[in-house]
């Protein structure tokens, strides 16, 4: 199912919160609506669900205009920080209460799907933080929904979980062609689980794109610093020992990583920042030395 946002802006009272907001996501693909606190992400969500009334503006599901449509006759399903599960009733009866169908099989081959299976007889505090939002993802998607809405639902996980758990919802909308909107602030996960990204401030969006051009050309989006005046992806950045006659600042390093046979520096910049680089040149902990742009 398509999803268009044809200029919709929301205010409360006297403040507007949204302007003039206009996105699309293809049928069956993951978009990522990434940007700072306060900056319009979960309003916006909100908006789509029918938890909030539009200002202004129209949004179609598909060739349904369904602005003015109740949540429960939309065809969405959300997934929120917190699995927000009934703690009264075991995890089988939860995931059932999501069901178009009430058969038995089917709550067994969701829970074997979310990682779960033979913990149907389970109540919910007899399961990990992790396991909970499992339960609430198999209890989400037995009802077959044609948009899934996803409200920073790693964000109370450790980072071992979210890894897991977002590949796993990536699979699993994937397999059954859900289109799916992921509002978040962490750039890892829209890079891990999004064909397209939007980055919001203030109301607005002011970026859009792939999510591996974004991360090379976006100060709001990408890994950078500023050099001369003009902001640089880490990727054009290396560290010498000397200034050349490119663009250089003067850093000091702090810590030596390597990951999978890969050499990287933290660096700490005048400013107190601090940033991981990768470079091929061997260093000493505590060096100054310059980071400068690549030669063209």
């Known amino acids: 199912m398509d999803v268009r946002i044809n200029k919709v802006t929301k205010r409360f009272g ?15 693909q993951c978009v990522a609506l ?3 606190s306060g900056s319009g992400k979960t309003t916006l969500l909100r908006l789509i ?15 349904k205009d369904v602005t003015k449509r109740v ?7 959300m997934l929120f920080q917190r699995p927000l599960l009934f703690p009264h009733l075991n995890v089988g009866q939860n995931i059932r209460l999501g069901m178009k169908g009430n058969e038995e099989h089917g709550v067994a081959k969701w829970l074997e799907r979310v990682g ?3 913990r149907e007889a389970d109540f919910v505090h007899q399961l990990s933080g992790g396991e909970q939002q499992r339960a609430s993802l198999a209890r989400a998607l037995a009802g077959e929904p044609d948009f899934l809405l996803l409200d920073e639902p790693f964000s109370s996980l450790d980072l071992p979980r979210r890894r897991e758990l977002r590949t796993l919802i990536r699979r699993l909308t994937e397999q059954q062609g859900v289109t799916t909107l992921l509002v978040t602030h962490d750039r890892e996960e829209a890079m891990a689980m999004a064909d397209y990204v939007y980055v919001m401030q203030a109301g607005r ?6 999510p591996v051009a974004l991360s090379e050309a976006s100060p709001f ?3 950078g610093l500023e050099l001369g005046g003009t902001w640089q992806p880490l990727s054009e950045i290396e560290l010498v020992l000397r200034p050349t006659n490119q663009v250089s600042e003067r850093v000091t390093i702090t810590k030596e990583l390597i990951q999978y046979g890969v050499r990287f520096y933290e660096i700490e910049r005048a400013s107190g920042e601090r940033l991981v680089v990768q470079t091929t040149e061997r260093f000493a ?6 980071v400068v742009r690549k030669e063209a």
């Open 14 to 28: 006297k403040t507007t919160v949204l302007q003039d907001i206009e996105l699309t996501i293809a049928s069956g």
């Open 34 to 36: 990434v940007g700072p």
């Open 49 to 63: 669900a029918g938890l909030e009334k539009v200002s202004d503006g129209t949004i179609h599901f598909g060739t």
């Open 71 to 77: 949540p429960n006759k939309r065809g969405v399903t």
């Open 116 to 118: 779960l299976a033979g």
């Open 205 to 210: 969006i002011i970026e859009q794109g792939r």
């Open 221 to 223: 989006f990408g890994d």
């Open 285 to 290: 902990e505590a060096m100054t030395v310059y």
